[in-house]
């Protein structure tokens, strides 16, 4: 199978889309006769000329993903021993690694680029999280971004992403490397002319590119489908060219080649033991449809002058990027077990430096300064909306770090599929042009999470959420958020947000928020500890039902990728219910429900830098929040029932790594100068990882400081339907007391601890842990998402 096949937890969607392809696609291929695919007329080429008597030499590479890093070692060998390359055919990550070849990269420029390159960020589907705006951070926080559907535009139904791992790295990346012949339109003027093999995804005939964009030809030849997003070239819909052709020795002949040299690193059959599952299956009819094709182009090769370089990459797979070395050391060990063939092509000292000097010299030119920058590919979006923000800006000189950091910010919106760039050149001078693609599922967006928590005594939670984004309302960018959870916790949750004119900076995006909220929540009351007392045995004082309806309207700013600070007004009603007071003589009106109104204003400041919302592993994040207002409806509790209330919240959290182990310290401090109001303290500790060997809610006041140490190590390097699997510690902190001030006192601070082992999954963290305290009690839970 081609292309870089990274287990991951949208696989299963992946493979069963592959697998309708297959199925679909299978047919005109098989209807082939063994003889190769009809070739258009740009596959031939001119023939280079080459001194009398010396046959030209054609290297074919095939696709296979990360196994087509093998290609590189087979071009160090072939260097070294001074053999000639007169043409290149390839398929998939042969035609990437052919194409940089062709275009003036040397195998020791190639290894040393593609040895150091970040392969699991460069097909995230996400930008690093820390690159985001603030508002994108938050939204982690309540539903995990892995899983996002949406609506397709041309029919309104429901749409999942077409891909399981996205390009725009890997674009960007080709992009770089092929700068230097951005003007090079046919490729047989490049240093070795070149062709790639790619699939008309409509038709299945195989596509050979031969002229045109080479960065956008080198793309659409690595398509997997299911795996890539498919690439459009003048109005046809590109996949992988593994699928009917993956070792084009045809195109190569079709070029001129006398002698061919083929370099096949396709994935091999999978045993019996790797058939089990859908996925199995699925990657294993793609492997026998590939194989049939690179069985024919075997076939033609001929016996005693071609040379056939099969690498021996045993268990090594298309997506075991991350051993790029031993790859390209695995390939450089088969060509040169085959040194006596090769040898034959040999070039003296003096050929090979007139063979060199003779091929085409691709002039970079400097790129001048941009004149213009404009976009391209948007129908729903505004990107003009940013312009203010890219570092590239008319006027000034063209820098390729410039322009893909632009394409990174015009990625993190999260609304393209592609976000390319190129430059054109223009009367005046160069201009700038990014290249978009928006998602077919947006611009309204839907995430899936679940919460669930199980202490094995009978005690849990359950809840669904549904997330609904729809950006771009207008041209402003404005959005409207929503968000259902049913469950043991029912909650809605609706915000309009606008920004107030188009950003000039990254800080300058000032906005304003209208937003509602409303919950329902059970919570019980504890008989209030003493200091040293032992909570193990928490007695139950009463059991209430809190609901919350929250009206509000913010305005805010920006601060850069780093957070935002809104200052706004909030009206709450709020209703405890009460449905169980212990005790013998409880009056009727102590169990009649309480409304209290408030009334405030909050003052709000968000700086988040951290990589991942769970398990992290780098990064920091410190909220506070400062509340001020009135409340009434007290009653009794207060003379005239109504009392001024004042509340301060600190958040904050520093992660730090060192291989795969992680240390996590985190503090929270809360403290509310009011009322109890039925007993309930505003704040609560107790639960796993809040104060773990302790009941939910078990410890309730105005005031509550809670210090947590976490240990992680991460389990797998390779994680298969999750980011990894950890093992972990926490010591943990902590206390509430009734009133504020002077109440806080180290001392008092009860201490509690866990073990866990835990995965970060498309549903959210997944836990199992024990835990205990001196004072509290031991426990065993289970727990899945953020309840």
Not at 361 to 372: E, G, H, L, N
Not at 470 to 478: A, E, K, P, V
């Amino acid at each position: 199978m081609n292309g870089p096949i990274r287990p991951c937890l949208p696989w299963l969607r992946s493979g069963l889309a592959v697998l309708a392809f297959v199925l679909a696609a299978a047919a005109p291929v098989r209807a082939q006769s063994t003889d190769a695919l009809p070739l258009p007329p740009e596959a031939a080429a001119s023939a280079p000329p080459v001194p009398p008597g010396r046959p030209r030499v054609g290297l074919v590479l095939s696709g296979g993903g990360a196994r087509g890093l093998a290609h590189v070692g087979v071009l160090k060998v072939l260097e070294r021993e001074r053999v000639p390359v007169d043409l290149i055919a390839g398929t998939s990550m042969g035609a990437i690694i052919g194409g940089l070849y062709a275009s003036g990269m040397d195998a020791a420029e190639l290894e040393r680029e593609l040895s150091t390159l970040d392969w699991v960020g460069l097909f995230a589907n996400r930008q690093p999280r820390e690159r985001l705006a603030q508002r994108r951070k938050e939204e982690d926080f309540e539903i995990s971004p892995a899983l996002e559907a949406g609506l397709s535009r041309s029919t309104g139904e429901l749409m999942l992403p077409l891909a399981s791992v996205s390009s725009r790295g890997l674009e960007l990346l080709l992009r770089r490397y092929t700068l230097p012949v951005r003007q090079v339109r046919r490729f047989d003027e490049l240093r070795v002319p070149f062709r790639a093999v790619a699939t008309d995804m409509e038709t299945g005939e195989a596509v050979v590119f031969g002229a045109g964009d080479l960065s956008q030809a080198l793309r659409a030849s690595m398509s997997v489908p299911g795996v890539f997003p498919p690439t459009e070239v003048d109005n046809r819909i590109m996949g992988d060219g593994g699928l009917v052709n993956n070792l084009p020795v045809d195109v190569v002949r079709a070029m001129g080649a006398d002698i061919v040299i083929a370099v096949n690193i396709g994935t091999p059959l999978g045993a019996r033991d790797s058939l089990g599952t859908v996925l199995g299956l699925t990657s294993q009819m793609i492997n026998i449809l590939t194989e049939q094709n690179v069985q024919r182009s075997i076939a033609s090769l001929q016996p005693g002058r071609d040379v056939l370089i099969a690498p021996a990459l045993g268990r090594l797979t298309s997506g075991d990027f991350e051993k790029a070395a031993e790859l390209m050391r695995l390939g450089e060990q088969q060509a040169l077990a085959l040194l006596p063939r090769l040898a034959a092509l040999s070039l003296s000292p003096e050929q090979w430096a007139a063979w060199r000097q003779s091929r085409p010299q691709v002039a970079t030119a400097p790129v001048p300064d941009i004149v213009s920058v404009r976009f391209e590919g948007s129908d729903e979006t505004r990107p003009e909306h940013f312009a203010g923000v890219l570092t590239s800006q008319p006027g000034q000189p063209f820098r390729v770090a410039a322009a893909e950091q632009d394409s990174r910010i015009l990625a993190a919106t999260g609304d393209y599929l592609h976000t390319d760039y190129r430059l054109e050149d223009l009367p005046a001078g160069t201009g700038l042009v990014f290249q978009l693609e928006e998602k077919p599922w947006g611009p309204n967006y839907f995430r899936l999470g679940l919460d669930l928590v199980s202490d094995f005594a009978g005690r849990g939670d359950f809840n669904i959420k549904l997330s609904h984004n729809r950006h771009w309302l207008d041209d402003n960018g404005s959005e409207w958020r929503n968000r259902v959870q049913i469950g043991s916790v029912p909650r809605w949750f609706s915000e309009w947000y606008r920004p107030l004119g188009p950003q000039r900076s990254r800080a300058s995006d000032w906005f304003v928020s209208v937003h509602g909220d409303a919950e329902r929540r059970r919570q019980t009351a504890y008989a209030p500890l003493a200091a040293g007392e032992d909570g193990g045995q928490a007695v139950v004082q009463g059991r209430y039902v809190r609901g919350l309806v929250r009206l509000g309207v913010d305005v805010g700013q920006p601060l850069g990728v780093i957070g935002e600070w809104r200052l706004g007004l909030l009206r709450d009603g709020l209703r405890y219910t009460p449905e169980f007071i212990a005790g013998t003589d409880v009056s009727a009106e102590a169990l009649s429900p309480r409304d209290v109104e408030e009334s405030s204003l909050r003052l709000a400041l968000m700086l988040d830098t951290l990589d991942h919302v769970s398990f992290p592993r780098a990064g920091w994040r410190l909220k506070m929040v400062a509340q001020a207002g009135r409340r009434r409806g007290l009653g009794t509790l207060v003379a005239g029932g109504r009392e001024d209330f004042q509340r301060y919240e600190i958040d904050a959290t520093h992660v730090v790594s060192l291989g795969r182990q992680t240390v996590d310290a985190t503090v929270k401090l809360r403290e509310a100068h009011q009322t109890l109001a039925g007993g309930l303290g505003h704040y609560t500790l107790g639960g796993f990882h809040n104060l773990s060997g302790y009941r939910a809610d078990q410890l309730s006041g105005n005031q509550v400081l809670l210090g947590r140490l976490t240990y992680t190590l991460r389990l797998n390097q390779q994680p298969v339907l999750t980011r990894g699997f950890f093992a972990g510690a926490t010591l943990e902190a902590g206390n509430a007391w009734s009133s504020s001030g002077s109440a806080l006192r180290v001392n008092d601070l009860r201490w509690g601890g866990s073990l866990f082992l835990g995965a970060d999954t498309g549903l959210g963290p997944l836990y199992f842990g024990f835990t205990w305290a001196p004072l509290g009690s031991g426990g065993v839970y289970l727990l899945l998402g953020r309840p």
